[in-house]
Each structure stands twice: as structure tokens, then as C-alpha cells.
């Protein structure tokens, strides 16, 4: 392979035309694209047929707001969506066209997580090699075979948040930075696609403007190329955000603007950073992100270095320092939670930087390099999620709202339907609330008030969706088993009233796969005996439990302090939590910082003549931090015989 050197045009250095690849180079790409391409649409095609997906997170959060934009509620005003407000509206042209049910859903989110994974690749590759299509087709296939080898599964399938669709913006933007357009287009084209890239990926989007700011304000001081396009896209994107975020929500941005900047920023690291999910109580803690993140973010670092310590005259090399700066920041989510995905979006980037480098210019040697392992391994992710999906392709069975159901998904709806009634076209009369709702709701065609999940009941809007549960006074009540994921013991940490208001008028009725299902009685359940205090310290103890398990309120008021309290986004790095033993209770209840004191509410499961002992404490990677118990006031209520499960469950 042959590439022309650099040429210059309207006063920009630009590549020229290369010259074209060999025949057997370019078909052996476009066969393993190809091959590629069956097997991951394939995969998910089966995943929609047969649905066998999770209750909480995953499908449920798109298809609940699929079906709210079909009843014509505007998403950020109406309902919120946690990771962007217009990502359902890229989902629901495809919805409405596959029949508004779940199977129209789920086929929607297996396949576009993909199409727009290789739609926006294509773009980037295209503009990348001056649009030599040969060349174009080998980047495509090289850079969708290394992305199983190199961990981005969660971009070109979806995973269970969608990061594939939140990170796919940004490529488009820095598509339109290396195009040979002039710099007026590019200011505003690349303006509203950065504020697209807000729209449709809160954080990712976020990182990207950010990026831009920091990145315009360095070419600027450097006088390196684009740095005026950077710099007048920045502005471009701050103004276009509302008026464009106005077309979703309608006139009344305020409360999507409130959700993510504000509600969501202030419960990212207390609440959804918090055990059972992993955080980095220290330095050495980061290693469980795994040795595929931390070699990209360290062959990352190194090359972000070098492009920022050495001035260069090219554009592409100030692409690829933005590129890796929106990258590396948007891994600054590892300080809310080590998740192993989360450097995906810098790893995409880092690869089409990569595959420019080799395919756009003359470095045959490092291209024949990377494809080895493309080449050798690509295919073996795609086809092992076929592999596993094989028996679905085949299943036979009735179809529930487009989808034949998983057999713990046929039990889970039939135990609800004994205990609720038949679910098909009671809409809101539907007298069942969900902690998670999902498939009844679906299948009842209900749309009602309020969070569709618990857990997106932010700030404020958390004692909001007590207050409606309480005044609401619904027949039955879903809640998650413990048995099936220990985010529900997670959800009860932080959400106790919701629980509390649960056994006080709420017996277990039935008990699914996945769920707790609960009916109100006439009577109050349980007695709760009188309010009172106790010593309070770092650690303190219950009095001991009586001969069946109960569970006690206990209300803390604390204080929190921490060297870096003053400081943006660090401030929130300690975790001040709540660990137990001689307990039912598994999981720590973390505490929101209270620089001048707080309160909060969480319910212990006491074992049978048990003491229970609570200790405070603090863990995160800022120096300093500590949690001082002032006082505790606690509560017991017995479990009346109907509820011992709820118990039970926490024994897991």
C-alpha cells in the first residue's frame, strides 16, 4: 500500500487521494465485514425473538419511554430518561415501524446499537481516507474485527445502559473537524452535533463539550491548527443546546436541565456508586477495571502526551489530541464506579485514530500488524453470542406482546396474573405499582404517573415518589427478590420510607422468578413499637432480636467531612458508609455527604437473638474524609406472618 504525501488545499494540509488496494486485500476485508455484520445482527435478532431479558435496567428503560413518546409525552418534561433525552427518539422511528411492542423494541435496540457503531465508523473512515472507498471498506472491517479483541462489545451491542448509542456523537464531530469543508461549516455543523452528542449521551456528550472548551482554549494559546473551528464549535454547541433540547421537551427545558446537572451529578457517586457496585476506595482498587482498560488508557495517555508536548501544523493530529482528550475524560466515571466498560469510548477512539494513522497514510507494516489479531480473533466474540443464542433462533411458542417469552418470564407473568388478574387492556385501572415497571404495564397498556423506575426518583423527586406511593394506596406493589440481585437490598438502603410504607399496609401475596408481589390489607401490618435513642459513635449496636427475624428503622444524624469538600466533582470521591454484622442485611447503606449535618433513614433486618452492630466509616481515594454519628434514633417493627419473606429474602 502506497499513500500519496500530505497536499494542501483552501490552506488547510490535507491527505491526497491514495492509491487504491489490492484486490485480494479488499475482498478478504469486505468478506469478514460481512461475516462480521451477519453474525452480530443475526445475534440480536434472536435476542428480540425470544425474550430472556433482565426485569430491571436493559430493555425495560428504553421500552418504558418508547411507549411514553407513543402516547405523545415529551421525555425530559413528562418523564426523564437517565442517559439522555433524545437516545429514545433515536430508538423510535424503528419502534413505530416494528409494531410499538416489545419485540418492536428490543429488535430496535439490538440493531441500531450496531448500525449506528459501523454507520458512524463508516463516516469517520470515509472522511479519514479522502473518501477512497477501497480503502474505506478495509477500515470499517478492521476496525469492527479489533473490537471484540480490544473490549468494546458494549458499543456495537447494548448492553444494559446503551453506551454504544451515548458515545456515537462524538465520532460523528470529529468526522466533521477532519472534512475539507470551511471552517463557517464546521463551526456550525460541529456546534449542534456537539450538543447532539449532550442530548443523546448525557455524560458522553458532556465530556465532548468539555474537551472542546479545554481543548479550544490550548490550540488558541498554541496557535495549532482548527483551533478557531474548536473554539467557535465550543460556543456554537452552548448556544444551539436549548433551543435544540426545546424541540424535544418542549418549551420548558428546565427540568432536563435540572436532571442533569443538578439532580443526577448530586446522586452519582453517594447513590450509584455505592455498594454493591465496586468504587475506588483506593489507588489500588483501580485494577479491577481490568488490563484491557488500563493498557488503552495508558497507550492513551502516552499518545495524548506526546501530541501535547509536541506542536505540530497537521489537522489530523489536533483531531486525534481532541479525540483522546474527549476520551480520557469521559473515563473520569471510574471515580463513581469501576465498571469495566467504561473505557469503551476512549478505546473506540484510540482505534479510529489508530486505523487512520495505518490506512490513511504510508504504514503498511503497522497496518498488516494490527490486522493479525482482527483477523484471528474478531469473529469469535459475534459468534459466540450466536453460539449462545442458538436455541432461540428455532423456539417455538405463543407470542406476548410480539415476543416468545423465556419460560422465567411465562412463570413470572402468570404468578402476577393469579394474584393481580389478567394484565391485556386494563390501562391505568391496572392496580399494580412496579419498583421496576415493565411487562405488565406493557401488557395492560398502562402509562402512569410518575418514575417508571425507582431509582431514577432523583433528588427531590425521591420523597415525591414516596408521597405518591403513599397516597396512591395501590392493590399490589412489585418489588425485586434479593434472591435475583442484590441491587434491590441496594434500593432499600436508600430508599427506606418507600419500604417502610410497604410493611406497614402490604402483605407478600406471591412470589415470582423476579419479584416480590405484594397485597395491601385492611389491617396495618406488624407492630412498630415506640421511637427511641441510643448511644451513638463510629460503631453502635441494636438491642438484640427477638425469636423471629424483624427489622428496625434507624434514623442517623451525621456529619461528613473531607479535605477536598470544596472542590468540584472530587468532593464527592468519599464514600461514608454504614457496614453491619450479625445481620440479615449484606449490603453497606452509603450516606449522602452532610458537610453541615444530615439525616437519613435505613432499615436493618435483625436476626433471632442476635446483636446487631453498626459501624461508620468512610473509604475513597480523598485524604481526610470521615463520618461522625451524632445521634441515632431507631425503631423496631415485627414482621407479621405474611411478610417473614421479605426476611427471608435478605438472608441470600
Not at 464 to 491: A, G
Not at 604 to 623: D, N
Request: proline fraction near 8%; charge should be positive; include cysteine.
Amino acid at each position: 500500500m502506497s499513500i500519496a504525501s500530505p497536499a494542501r488545499k483552501g490552506g488547510i494540509e490535507v491527505a491526497s487521494r491514495p492509491q487504491t488496494m489490492s484486490h485480494p486485500l479488499l475482498w478478504s476485508a469486505a468478506c469478514l465485514l460481512a461475516a462480521w455484520i451477519v453474525l452480530v445482527f443475526l445475534s440480536g435478532w434472536a435476542e428480540a425473538r425470544v425474550f430472556s431479558g433482565s426485569p430491571v435496567d436493559g430493555p425495560f428503560q428504553l421500552v418504558n419511554a418508547l411507549r411514553r413518546l407513543h402516547a405523545g409525552q415529551r421525555a425530559g418534561t413528562d418523564f426523564p430518561f437517565f442517559h439522555g433525552v433524545g437516545v429514545p427518539w433515536l430508538h423510535y422511528p424503528g419502534f413505530v415501524l416494528l409494531g410499538a411492542n416489545l419485540w418492536a423494541s428490543e429488535l430496535t435496540r439490538q440493531w441500531l446499537s450496531p448500525v449506528l457503531y459501523l454507520g458512524s465508523m463508516s463516516v469517520f473512515a470515509w472522511v479519514a481516507t479522502s473518501g477512497d472507498r477501497r480503502k474505506t471498506i478495509v477500515f470499517v472491517a478492521l476496525g469492527a474485527l479489533l473490537s471484540c479483541p480490544l473490549g468494546l462489545r458494549e458499543l456495537y451491542t447494548p448492553g444494559n445502559s446503551l453506551l454504544g448509542i451515548r458515545s456515537t456523537m462524538p465520532v460523528f464531530f470529529f468526522a466533521v473537524l477532519l472534512t475539507r469543508w470551511g471552517a463557517a461549516i464546521k463551526i456550525a455543523l460541529g456546534g449542534v452535533v456537539a450538543a447532539l452528542a449532550w442530548i443523546c449521551g448525557t455524560d458522553q456528550g458532556l465530556m465532548l463539550i468539555a474537551a472542546c472548551a479545554f481543548g479550544g482554549v490550548f490550540l488558541l494559546v498554541t496557535r495549532r491548527p482548527l483551533r478557531g473551528i474548536v473554539a467557535g464549535a465550543f460556543l456554537t454547541a452552548c448556544l444551539a443546546l436549548v433551543p435544540i433540547l426545546a424541540l424535544i421537551t418542549g418549551a420548558n427545558v428546565k427540568p432536563a436541565l435540572r436532571y442533569a446537572f443538578i439532580d443526577l451529578p448530586q446522586d452519582q457517586f453517594w447513590f450509584f456508586g455505592a455498594p454493591p457496585n465496586s468504587f475506588p476506595s483506593d489507588i489500588w482498587s483501580l485494577r479491577f477495571v481490568g488490563v484491557r482498560a488500563i493498557t488503552v488508557i495508558a497507550i492513551s495517555v502516552a499518545v495524548w502526551l506526546a501530541l501535547f508536548l509536541r506542536p505540530s501544523k497537521r489537522p489530523d493530529f489536533t483531531v486525534v489530541f481532541l479525540m483522546l482528550t474527549t476520551g480520557l475524560l469521559a473515563c473520569l466515571s471510574y471515580l463513581g464506579l469501576l465498571s469495566a466498560s467504561y473505557f469503551a469510548p476512549l478505546g473506540r477512539l484510540l482505534l479510529l485514530g489508530t486505523l487512520m494513522w495505518a490506512v490513511s497514510e504510508s504504514h503498511p507494516g503497522w497496518l498488516i500488524l494490527i490486522s493479525i489479531p482482527g483477523v484471528a480473533l474478531g469473529l469469535i466474540g459475534p459468534a459466540s453470542d450466536l453460539w449462545k443464542r442458538r436455541e432461540k433462533l428455532f423456539e417455538t411458542g405463543p407470542m406476548v406482546s410480539g415476543c416468545i417469552l423465556a419460560p422465567e418470564w411465562k412463570e413470572h407473568l402468570k404468578k402476577i396474573e393469579d394474584a393481580v388478574g389478567p394484565l391485556s387492556g386494563r390501562g391505568n385501572e391496572l392496580p399494580l405499582w412496579s419498583t421496576y415497571r415493565g411487562l405488565p404495564e406493557a401488557i395492560a397498556g398502562a402509562i402512569l404517573p410518575g418514575e417508571d423506575y425507582l431509582i431514577h426518583a432523583l433528588g427531590p423527586e425521591r420523597q415525591s415518589y414516596i408521597e405518591r406511593f403513599r397516597n396512591t394506596k395501590p392493590q399490589f406493589v412489585q418489588t425485586i427478590r434479593p434472591e435475583y440481585t442484590n441491587y434491590e437490598e441496594w434500593l432499600r438502603n436508600s430508599t427506606w420510607p418507600f419500604y417502610r410504607e410497604l410493611l406497614a399496609h402490604y402483605e407478600i401475596a406471591t412470589v415470582t422468578p423476579f419479584s416480590l408481589i405484594w397485597k395491601r390489607t385492611p389491617e396495618p401490618g406488624g407492630d412498630e413499637s415506640p421511637a427511641s435513642s441510643i448511644v451513638p459513635g463510629k460503631t453502635f449496636s441494636l438491642p438484640p432480636g427477638g425469636e423471629q427475624p424483624d427489622v428496625v428503622t434507624v434514623e442517623v444524624e451525621y456529619q461528613t467531612t473531607s479535605s477536598l469538600r470544596l472542590v468540584p466533582l472530587f468532593k464527592s470521591l468519599p464514600r461514608y458508609l454504614i457496614q453491619f454484622r450479625g445481620t440479615l442485611n449484606t449490603v453497606p447503606v452509603s450516606l449522602p455527604p452532610a458537610p453541615n449535618r444530615g439525616r437519613f433513614v435505613f432499615g436493618v433486618l435483625r436476626r433471632p437473638r442476635t446483636i446487631p452492630v453498626l459501624r461508620a466509616e468512610s473509604e475513597g481515594l480523598a485524604p481526610g474524609a470521615a463520618v461522625e454519628i451524632r445521634a441515632v434514633t431507631i425503631q423496631p417493627r415485627q414482621l407479621a406472618l405474611g411478610q417473614m419473606q421479605f426476611a427471608a429474602a435478605g438472608a441470600h
